[in-house]
């Protein structure tokens, strides 16, 4: 273990349990970064109301128990504790994390099954600009996950089913099935869905016929299930190529739609009703979850099935939670979906709850998705008012990419590579680097920056070590310590860097990869500024301190590369 914060937490407190007795042995110290030392410990003031006595005498007694530890601990003000680590404690323990293969990340023991929701875009129509973030925030998760040794299921709950395929499928059948086939794959399908629509509301012996499809689709008909096929592969072929091109990890295997629940709802429902989970209200199947109510007081139904007999979305999502504890035997479930489905999955957590399918051991949780929104604080879209084109997006960033980098003296090969990389960082780390609940606005401008907490700043700052040991003609794998740390700018980054492991595990469990994303920025700053004090393969740089520099370069390098790729932003060799 060699996260600061965490030592010290463990030392304090068996500081407090020597000086005050056991039942002190689980307070929380408060340490916190501090002004005047590494950190502080606050708990003094906390403690001292309960025992009775001064703060400052608590805190002379706790210190008067941290004897032997590595570094100073002085009272101070009313009863502060500032801790300073000795340089040698900080030096080994950057020593043994240069060592570690892990960098200090821990293991989950035992490793949990953890399901993950996300992407999800309807094929019905185009994937917008919202699922783009549910994607790569859902994909860094599942990396995270992966890393810590959890077995990690990821389900694209794509929206592939319901009455709009009636529709669909007739339009398909009117324009050809090779014309559709080149419509969808191009992205078009917001398109494609406009003109069903618009003959389905102005062309009765339209709308007829996808009446009776609807019908024939649900009862398995194998003409339409053919048809459907069609729909269905033509429109996923767009969405890897979206996700082939941000570098996200799904694949046709993590499909789980809509569609591979419908034979499981009639018995969703007929078990819900059973249990008496489920009761018959207006003619509709629902599940009342206690504590749900609308504007009016009155008990806010989930329903289950409508009073037509039809299956809806909470149809879907409750055969779903079933699936994923029973079959997929999950410890914990990650909903990443957008924030304004939040009452919809607190009621179907619920009600799982109540039918006994969601047990206390399985945790449920939305990790909710802030709205993106345009320059003018509104939902993003095209000028025009229309939904963005995904990849359209994307080559806009790639563009503006490669308009950056004009001036980089590579190959077209090279710079093609470079821009791409960069692109797509800087779309991945703007969505990762807010917290995932807040609404943020869309812009090409800021994410693309090279200054800032911004994806290609990352790179950069990765790109630059990297050019230090090409220049010192080494390969940074093999740098090796001790590390040693006697300039404030290389003592700074040390100490910062031995947080890593630790903070890895909070992002996991908290589901906050825009933490991560902090930690490297500060990262980047403070190599930044060690950079500036410190040279290291300058000419007059001796060799000791050169090869221990080279040791606190390496060291960085690796913090910034593992942790871009846990976000699953891409890193550029050179840039
Ligand atoms: N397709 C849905 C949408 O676009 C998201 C599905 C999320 N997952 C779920 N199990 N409901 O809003």
């Not at 992966?146 to 398909?172: A, C, S, Y």
């Not at 099935?177 to 869905?193: D, K, R």
């Not at 939040?342 to 802030?370: C, K, N, Y």
């Amino acid at each position: 273990m060699t996260d600061p914060q965490k030592v010290l937490t463990e030392r304090v407190q068996q500081a407090l349990a020597a000086a005050f007795g056991a039942e002190h042995a689980d307070a929380d110290p408060l340490i916190r970064p501090s002004q005047f030392a590494d950190f502080q410990a606050n708990v003094a003031m906390s403690l001292a109301k309960r025992l009775r006595r001064s703060p400052r005498e608590v805190a002379e007694a706790i210190r008067a128990e941290l004897s032997g530890f590595p570094g100073t601990v002085e009272v101070s003000g009313p009863g502060f504790l500032n801790i300073t680590l000795s340089d040698e404690w900080i030096e080994s323990e950057a020593g043994r994390m240069l060592a570690d293969p892990r960098l200090g990340v821990g293991t989950i023991t035992p490793a949990q099954t953890v399901v993950i929701d996300y992407s999800a875009p309807n094929a019905a129509k185009e994937m917008h600009v919202g699922h783009l973030r549910t994607t790569i925030v859902g994909d860094s998760l599942a990396r995270l996950n992966e890393h810590l040794g959890n077995k990690v299921v990821r389900q694209n709950h794509l929206g592939d089913w319901g009455t709009p395929f009636g529709m669909l499928i007739e339009h398909l059948l009117d324009i050809g099935e090779e014309a559709a086939v080149a419509q969808l794959e191009a992205g078009q399908g917001t398109e494609f869905y406009q003109a069903a629509r618009a003959k389905f509301d102005g062309d009765e012996s339209f709308k007829l016929r996808s009446r009776v499809r609807v019908t024939t689709l649900q009862s398995g008909d194998p003409d339409t299930m053919r048809l459907w096929h069609v729909f269905m592969d033509a429109t996923v072929r767009y969405f890897n190529k979206v996700y082939d091109m941000l570098g996200v990890t799904l694949t046709d295997a993590d499909i789980a739609g809509e569609s591979m629940y419908n034979p499981m709802l009639e018995k969703t429902c007929d078990d819900l009703q059973e249990s008496g989970a489920a009761v018959i209200s207006e003619g509709a199947l629902c599940v009342f979850p206690p504590g749900f109510t609308g504007s009016d007081d009155r008990p806010l139904p989930l329903i289950i099935r409508k009073s037509d007999g039809g299956y809806g979305y909470a149809t879907t999502d409750m055969a779903a939670v079933r699936y994923r504890v029973h079959d997929l035997k999950s410890d914990r479930i990650l909903y990443v979906v957008g924030a304004d489905q939040a009452l919809h999955f607190r009621m179907v957590f619920a009600a799982a709850r109540m039918a006994g399918w969601l047990p206390d051991t399985v945790s449920a949780e939305h990790v909710q998705i802030g709205m993106m929104l345009g320059k003018d604080g509104r939902r993003f879209k095209t000028r025009s008012g229309e939904s963005v084109k995904l990849m359209d997006l994307l080559q806009e960033a790639v563009d503006r990419a490669t308009a950056a980098i004009a001036d980089r003296d590579y190959d077209e090969a090279t710079r093609g590579e470079i821009a791409l990389a960069v692109g797509m960082g800087a779309v991945k780390y703007a969505d990762l680097s807010v917290s995932h609940d807040s609404e943020y606005v869309f812009d090409f401008d800021r994410m693309l920056g090279f200054t800032g907490n911004t994806g290609p700043y990352m790179q950069y700052a990765t790109a630059r070590i990297r050019s230090i040991f090409r220049r010192a003609g080494l390969d940074p794998a093999g740098a090796e310590g001790p590390i040693r740390l006697s300039e404030t700018a290389e003592r700074a980054l040390g100490l910062h860097l031995l947080g890593f492991g630790e903070l890895i595990s909070q992002v996991t469990e908290a589901c906050e990869p825009h933490r991560l994303c902090a930690f490297l920025f500060e990262t980047a700053s403070l190599f930044s500024t060690f950079y500036e004090q410190c040279p290291v393969v300058k000419e007059g740089v001796d060799e000791e301190t050169r090869a221990r520099r080279l040791a606190l370069c390496a060291l960085t390098l690796r913090v910034l590369e593992t942790g871009l790729d846990l976000l699953g932003v891409p890193v550029p060799e050179r840039m």
